[in-house]
């Protein structure tokens, strides 16, 4: 039961963690909007990827650094916890309630664990058939998903093949899209393409440079992430800033090149969304391709919370058009970042458990049973007249 407490714990220490992260993330996006800077694409996007994998780390960077703690390497006064903080400022005055409340709520994260874990009738089973359900129906979607795009690959003519990548040509792809599998990458062409020379150049450009981004190795990272944080309203939110974030940055740096004529690029992306609406209506909708490990020139599929394919190409046109962006030297955005980090790690280290019984704790136990001794002493008492 203990393996399954701490295992659980670090879910809900994750899904925490992750809500911070976007807000963080947010908040100095907001901060460069007000100071009238505007970052380029490339970096805002290894920013974000980056913050994501401290989050994933933060579980582990959080045990190495309490491990440090017990070995003395770290000194006790370096312990960072926001119940501990709460308890302090209690006994300091700081937090007006009736003791036994306080403690009431400090405990409540504890109750809520073994109400869920023990499959307590009502909330606690209530929980357990919610994330069972959830994770069920985004686990096998997934699989659905990736049984779709390997089928549609397996179906694809092999066009190219240069070591680990493959240029496949297609008669049902709606766009051009790169997927990749455990050791080889793919570059997915509509076969009409083959006509169209100097789109083609544009768009093996664009695929390519996913490739180099990593965006599709990501992609399948986010989306292998879905079950675990379905239910998190902010895991969407970072998954539809990625999904954003790396189409602008593969754009900027296509048209960066001096051999990419911008006004080209711009009709090229406008006459891959015509052709993809046209052929899912064709297609009717069959053997469409998941999200999942497939990163395409443009999306045309509407989805729920979404912008409409029409405002995402929109914005990208627009975003091509914005010249002024910062380019910083990587070290400087490594120096700015390093507080981001600083504050995930510790708002990761600060919602963690606290111990048992500390002296704060003790104290704070002892006027709880003063309390009680006097309510207790209340009873027994006469009546004055």
């Not at 970096?43 to 913050?51: A, C, F, R």
């Not at 899912?280 to 919370?305: C, F, P, S, T, Y």
């Amino acid at each position: 039961m203990t393996l399954l407490n701490q295992t659980f714990d670090i879910y809900v220490d994750w899904n925490i963690t992750l809500a911070l992260t976007a807000i963080i993330w947010l908040a100095a996006k907001l901060v460069l909007a007000r100071l009238g800077r505007r970052l380029a694409f490339n970096y805002q996007l290894s920013i974000l990827n980056g913050l994501f994998a401290v989050m994933i780390l933060s579980p582990v960077a959080v045990a190495v650094y309490q491990q440090m703690q017990v070995a003395q390497v770290v000194p006790a006064a370096g312990s960072v916890n926001l119940a501990d903080y709460a308890v302090s400022q209690y006994l300091r005055g700081g937090i007006a309630i009736p003791a036994e409340d306080f403690q009431a709520l400090l405990g409540l994260r504890s109750r809520l664990t073994e109400s869920v874990l023990s499959f307590a009738p009502g909330l606690g089973m209530g929980v357990v058939l919610f994330l069972l359900a959830g994770f069920s129906y985004f686990g096998i979607k997934l699989i659905v998903s990736m049984v779709r795009l390997a089928r549609m690959l397996s179906a694809c003519h092999e066009w190219r093949a240069a070591g680990r990548l493959q240029l496949l040509l297609s008669d049902r792809a709606l766009v051009p899209f790169s997927a990749r599998g455990f050791f080889r990458h793919y570059v997915v062409i509509p076969s009409e393409l083959l006509a169209k020379p100097d789109d083609l150049k544009l768009v093996l450009k664009h695929e390519f440079q996913h490739l180099r981004q990593g965006d599709v190795t990501w992609e399948i990272g986010l989306e292998a992430l879905r079950p675990f944080f379905f239910w998190n309203p902010f895991f969407y939110v970072w998954k539809s800033e990625v999904e954003r974030l790396r189409e602008l940055a593969c754009d900027q740096k296509v048209t960066d090149a001096t051999n990419v004529d911008l006004r080209s690029y711009c009709m090229c992306l406008l006459r891959a969304a015509q052709a993809g609406i046209r052929r899912r209506h064709r297609i009717a909708g069959k053997d469409r391709v998941g999200n999942v490990a497939a990163v395409a020139l443009i999306e045309v599929q509407d989805r729920l919370m979404r912008r409409s394919p029409a405002q995402k190409l929109r914005r990208r046109v627009e975003a091509l058009l914005e010249k002024d962006r910062m380019r910083p030297h990587w070290s400087f955005v490594f120096l700015a970042v390093l507080p981001m980090i600083a504050i995930v790690f510790l708002s990761a280290l600060s919602i963690q458990k606290p111990a048992d019984w500390t002296q704060d704790r003790l104290m704070l136990s002892t006027i709880i049973n003063l309390e009680r001794l006097e309510t207790i002493n209340t009873f027994g008492q006469r009546p004055l007249r």
